[in-house]
């Protein structure tokens, strides 16, 4: 059955870094607002906030003490709901980041569970004693060291699988799982269009809180162990869906990374808990379960399949949402393109691979413009606490700090949160005031400004990718046309078709630094986009130049 989501294209905005109205360094809903029409243009219809709640901004945002209101930083209700009748008035969609597994340790519910830790509140969290004077288990934290934090004056520990200032919410408690109900509902009732929804595979637990086998010299042993364990995640996301989404038709994505082999249909297929869920391939290519210092190359073979795999797995199933980076993931063309390769034919090409793929495209604020890695001098200019975590560690692995700082250069997450680049006027037109973070030297050369007129420009692509994505003629191939791969008989050439009925489309991208003479496999019949002024074709070959990628359609 066809969804309203279905051919919508979606933008994340991460508020602090978009764009600041009030000129205090920190992006807001009133600078969201002023940037709709540029968000129009370029084709987005849905568009997805991190958090914007009350927070303390530990871990920003992700650790939110109300859940009923605006943080100050960001506006006011007010602006919210102005936001949300704006959107409107464009034919655009609101998401907010549902963030449900945990809380911030200033939630009123917190506060009152650890003043009395054997109240009403404490049983919103999960309270356990201690073994003798060590912590109930052994689990690692996403941020490093015990997921257990000791309550002052007792024995007792409370449970957060995040930083120890985001405690994890007792979704066994069925008072607490409404309660959150209740809240999700009121704001679907404002008008939200959905939700991402944060971390979700989290919220069940193994709840014989017992050790496994250390994975460290640290005795502790991560979380991905205790995940694999948990069983029945599945009954709680069934239930958030009756009792929420599902009566308002809203479209949801699930930040899902573990989910169990053979299960991918529970959660995305026909009636699934969520309408979508990211696909994490090109994110984790490479990533080492130890921690970033021991992250490895990948090649672009090893990113072929891996998209490839996938597309192969969910297209039968539903629809998974594309991305090349996010606010948690270095810079997608710093990921996937080498450095010195690094050039607006090669940002193009890697963003008409995701974008023509079948999927929900979910484009992260600056992608549009091929907005690139930080270059951080030193670990005091972040502001991260994973990034903080993961340079410690490789400090403590050995890594000098000049190696341990080119890691935070290569996957810190605040690469992707440095200051959207507007202009080349100073701090790339993001502030009149002190950014919250630095922003990135390159804006004079990466900006929207410049682009936006350009016809050549990263930002003009995209527009190009998505006006065909929406086009009469194949918008229906594009969104729920099958997937096949084609020629990976070559190495380093990403190409497949897309095909309903009697419309075909190919996808040919030359993921090289030098040129590529292949044989096409199909009739040629027509080219719909190519990131080079022409394309050089000879019968039945083409001559792709370096990081050359043409969409075709073909018979
Ligand atoms: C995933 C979010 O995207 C990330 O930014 C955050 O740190 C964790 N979940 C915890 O909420």
Redesign the pocket.
Same mark, same amino acid.
Do not use: G, M
């Given at each position: 059955m066809k969804k309203w989501w279905h051919d919508k294209v979606a933008y994340q905005i991460y508020p602090k870094s978009f764009y600041d109205s009030n000129g205090d360094g920190i992006g807001d809903l009133r600078g969201i607002i002023s940037k709709l029409d540029y968000l129009k243009e370029l084709g987005i219809d849905i568009i997805w906030i !991190?958090p914007v709640y009350c927070s303390p901004m530990v *871990?920003?945002g992700? *650790?939110i003490s109300d859940y009923y209101n605006i943080d100050p930083r960001f506006g006011t209700m007010d602006d919210m709901e102005e936001l949300l009748k704006e959107a409107k008035a464009r034919n655009m969609y609101i998401l907010m @980041?549902l963030?449900i597994? $945990?809380c911030s340790d200033q939630h009123e519910w917190f506060k009152k569970a650890l003043e009395d830790p054997e109240g009403e509140y404490a049983d919103y969290f999960y309270i356990r004693e201690g073994k003798g004077n060590k912590p109930p288990c052994n689990w690692r934290s996403? %941020?490093g060291g015990s997921v257990w934090e000791k309550i002052p004056n007792t024995n007792k520990y409370y449970l957060h699988? %995040? +930083?120890k200032e985001?405690p994890d919410l007792n979704w066994e408690n069925p008072k607490l799982r409404h309660k959150l109900y209740e809240m999700i509902n009121w704001w679907l009732e404002k008008g939200l269009a959905g939700f991402r929804i @944060? +971390?979700i595979i989290n919220v069940k637990k193994d709840l014989r809180f017992e050790d496994f086998p250390a994975d460290m010299e640290d005795g502790l042993c991560s979380i991905d162990k205790m995940l694999e364990a948990a069983e029945g995640v599945g009954d709680m996301l069934y239930e958030l869906n009756e009792e929420t989404f599902k009566k308002y038709d809203a479209f949801t994505v699930g930040?899902v990374f573990n989910e169990k082999e053979g299960e991918l249909h529970k959660f995305i297929g026909k009636d699934g808990y969520f309408s979508s869920m990211f696909d994490f391939e090109i994110e984790t290519l490479g990533k080492s379960e130890k921690g970033w210092y021991d992250n490895k190359e990948f090649t672009t073979n090893e990113l072929r399949k891996a998209i490839f795999n996938s597309q192969l797995k969910t297209m039968d199933i539903g629809f998974k949402a594309n991305i090349i980076e996010? $606010? @948690?993931e270095p810079r997608g063309v710093s990921h996937c393109i080498k450095d010195e390769e690094c050039n607006d034919n090669a940002k193009k090409m890697l963003g008409a691979i995701s974008i023509m793929l079948r999927g929900i495209p979910f484009i992260y604020q600056g992608q549009e413009i091929g907005m690139t890695n930080n270059k951080f001098s030193s670990i005091e200019e972040i502001d991260d606490? !994973?990034t903080i975590d993961q340079y410690k560690l490789a400090i403590k692995q050995g890594l000098s700090e000049k190696e341990a700082i080119k890691i935070v250069n290569k996957y810190s997450?605040d690469n992707a949160r440095t200051p959207f680049q507007w202009d080349n006027s100073d701090n790339a037109g993001f502030t009149t005031g002190r950014p919250w973070l630095v922003v990135n030297k390159n804006y004079e050369s990466i900006n929207a400004a410049s682009q936006i007129e350009d016809k050549d420009s990263v930002f003009s692509f995209y527009k190009e990718l998505i006006k065909l994505r929406k086009s009469e003629e194949f918008k229906e191939v594009i969104v729920y046309g099958k997937f096949r791969p084609m020629l990976e008989e070559y190495d380093n050439i990403v190409a497949f078709c897309r095909e309903l009925e009697d419309k075909k489309i190919m996808i040919i991208a030359n993921y090289q630094n030098e040129e590529q003479i292949i044989k096409l496999p199909e009739k040629f019949k027509g080219i719909l986009l190519n990131n080079y002024e022409s394309l050089e074709i000879e019968k039945d070959k083409v001559r792709l130049q370096e990081y050359e990628v043409v969409i075709l359609e073909i018979y």
């Open positions: !991190s *871990d920003q992700y *650790d @980041d963030v597994n $945990h996403y %941020f699988l %995040f +930083a985001q @944060d +971390a930040e996010n $606010h @948690d606490i !994973s997450r």
